[in-house]
Nanobody
Framework: HVQLVESGGGSVQAGGSLRLSCAAS????????MGWFRQAPGKEREGVAG???????SYADSVKGRFTISRGDTGNTLYLQMNSLKPEDTAMYYC????????????????????WGQGTQVTVSS
């Protein structure tokens, strides 16, 4: 079965950087879309960045120019490089995988993803 395991979270000061990793195993469908989501206390889960099976990337407006999603050479690891972090980036970050959504514009909708990791906490202090 598919497993996603995130790592790399932590506590940083505003302006700092972190790189999240997601180790994926158990699936062979090369047409999987992968994404990073986050959820802060009392808020809904929101899409941060998506990477479809063709390599196209998408980002939430709030992170454009600061975050970069990428896949490792073997295709089994997903990364999220986060620079210029802000206190409002504080959240639990989740890795997700699933078939490519019907529309590329739907990458940020959690219901399109079948598999989720357990999350890694990111805390940014001012």
């Amino acid at each position: 079965h598919v497993q996603l395991v995130e790592s790399g979270g932590g506590s940083v000061q505003a302006g700092g950087s972190l790189r999240l990793s997601c180790a994926a195993s158990g699936y062979t469908d090369s047409r999987y879309c992968m994404g990073w989501f986050r959820q802060a206390p009392g808020k809904e889960r929101e899409g941060v960045a998506g990477l479809d099976s063709d390599g196209s990337t998408s980002y939430a407006d709030s992170v454009k120019g600061r975050f970069t999603i990428s896949r490792g050479d073997t295709g089994n690891t997903l990364y999220l490089q986060m620079n210029s972090l802000k206190p409002e980036d504080t959240a639990m970050y989740y890795c997700a995988a699933g078939p490519n959504p019907p529309s590329s514009d739907d990458w940020h909708i959690p219901q399109h993803y079948d598999y989720w990791g357990q999350g890694t906490q990111v805390t940014v202090s001012s």
